[in-house]
């Protein structure tokens, strides 16, 4: 359930010492063999002093066995402190290594432009919230999610409310699956069409994007929405509500500050705190000192709640990513 200020969200080796080596029979004994060799080389050595010569022991030349191995210095570790670690991640040049490298390589191509959408950087009303949330509820990678995505809301889609979904019609939607080359096409495309007719016919109608009857259906309460939202939405369960009430808490400020497990183990990976209303804290805290403009909101606490998403969802990218490393020693080029 959602955390929040009302409401908490894959042979034994042989006894070296005991063995005796036993040969086979009319053989003596190398445990006898190797007595009587010591009782000859005594003898020798009493005849050696006794004559005056004098042997010198030579010294074993170094083999790979006894050679001392070579000890590496371990690699340092970045070690930012909070304060820069929290600096960098809401600065916006974090976002190029929180994102799929795919999605960097295709906005390079593309050049700026504020009509093209991603997930990880685009501001989406709570209707492609959901929607994103029931496509990256299939059992496919962070950057195929994020590709799937990035094709429904671009042209030649534009699946922006449920209207559009239904006229482009099933055939349609499952082309916008092959051209985002993801995976389990088919079931993406019978969620997404089943989604937009929910949404139709029960939240709203075929252009409302707030999703305000939900909210209206719930009393406003986190629990009975998730509880609605779970029973009526094909293919949406815990793993996709979690990722919806991430991305929408800013918004439905009865969710907020929500942080799920997964997002609590990617901020503790960046040695950031992994209680929600801690880390809003920290933010509140510093907030004097981040650009907010890059902020959406219509007053200084959306924004900072805002701020607060954006931050979950670059945690959350840089582990997926597998840039923990390099976030954190980025973050250490930060001010103190």
């Not at 093209?116 to 919230?129: A, D, I, M, Q």
């Not at 994103?132 to 094709?151: E, F, K, N």
């Not at 369960?237 to 500050?257: A, D, E």
Request: charged share 30%.
């Amino acid at each position: 359930m959602p955390k929040s200020r009302k409401s908490t969200e894959s042979s034994a080796k042989p006894n070296v010492a005991t063995r005796t080596s036993t040969r086979s029979k009319g053989r003596v004994s190398s445990k006898y063999f190797q007595n009587n060799d010591d009782s000859a080389l005594d003898d020798a050595a009493r005849e050696n002093t006794e004559t005056g010569s004098k042997r010198k022991r030579k010294s074993k030349a170094p083999t790979a066995s006894n050679k001392i191995p070579k000890v590496e210095e371990p690699e340092r570790q970045p070690n930012p402190s909070q304060y820069q670690t929290l600096l960098y991640l809401l600065s916006p040049s974090a976002l190029q290594l929180c994102r799929p490298k795919d999605e960097s390589k295709e906005l390079a191509e593309k050049g700026p432009s504020a009509d093209y959408r991603t997930y990880s950087g685009s501001v989406l009303t709570p209707f492609e919230e959901l929607l994103s949330a029931v496509i990256l509820s299939r059992p496919i990678s962070h950057a195929l999610g994020h590709r799937s995505i990035r094709t429904i809301l671009n042209p030649p889609y534009r699946f922006s409310n449920a209207r559009a979904i239904r006229k482009a019609g099933p055939a349609r939607v499952l082309k916008a699956m092959f051209d985002a080359r993801t995976q389990h096409k088919d079931k993406t495309a019978v969620a997404i069409a089943k989604f937009a007719d929910v949404v139709a016919e029960k939240f709203g109608g075929e252009d409302d994007t707030s999703l305000e009857e939900v909210r209206k259906q719930s009393d406003y309460d986190p629990n009975k929405e998730r509880a609605l939202l779970k029973s009526s939405i094909h293919g949406l369960g815990n793993t996709g509500l979690n990722i919806f009430y991430r991305r929408i808490q800013w918004l439905w400020t009865q969710s907020f500050p929500f942080m799920d497990e997964r997002t609590e183990d990617a901020a503790a990976s960046l040695g950031l705190p992994d209680d929600a209303e801690e880390l809003y804290d920290m933010i509140d805290a510093i907030w004097e000192e981040l650009d907010t403009d890059q902020f959406d909101g219509g007053d200084e606490e959306e924004k900072k709640r805002r701020a607060f998403v954006v931050l979950l969802e670059r945690v959350i990218g840089a582990q997926l990513e597998k840039k923990v490393v390099q976030v954190l020693q980025e973050a250490e080029k930060m001010p103190e």
